[in-house]
């Protein structure tokens, strides 16, 4: 399988925020199974990632969150939009981010 955080580095995604290893984490779990993690993202995926890290689930949305905002802030689409290779036009949601890049990953992985 493609590696989740070599997708994010890629993406200019820095690892120095915590919220880095939480969305490793969500995209790692979206792929096993996108249909029940993203059907209610606070109750299903970010509960687990919150379970492995041992914090709540609204530590791991702020957090991403966080990191989404600085990035964007940062680097608009001048990175992920090229990445992908559709334009964002504008700054996704924490749960659209986690679809786009377990989607990234599903359409360049190996088969």
Known sequence: ???????????GLRSTYSGYNYLGSAVALVLKDQEFYLKNVTSNLYRVVGEQYGVSNMCVEAAIRTMINSYWN?????????????PVFDKPTASEFISMLADYIQ???PR
């Open 1 to 11: 399988m493609y590696d989740v955080r070599h997708v994010l580095r890629k993406a």
């Open 74 to 86: 940062q680097n608009s689409n001048k990175i992920l939009s090229p990445l992908l290779g559709y």
């Open 107 to 109: 359409d360049h992985s």
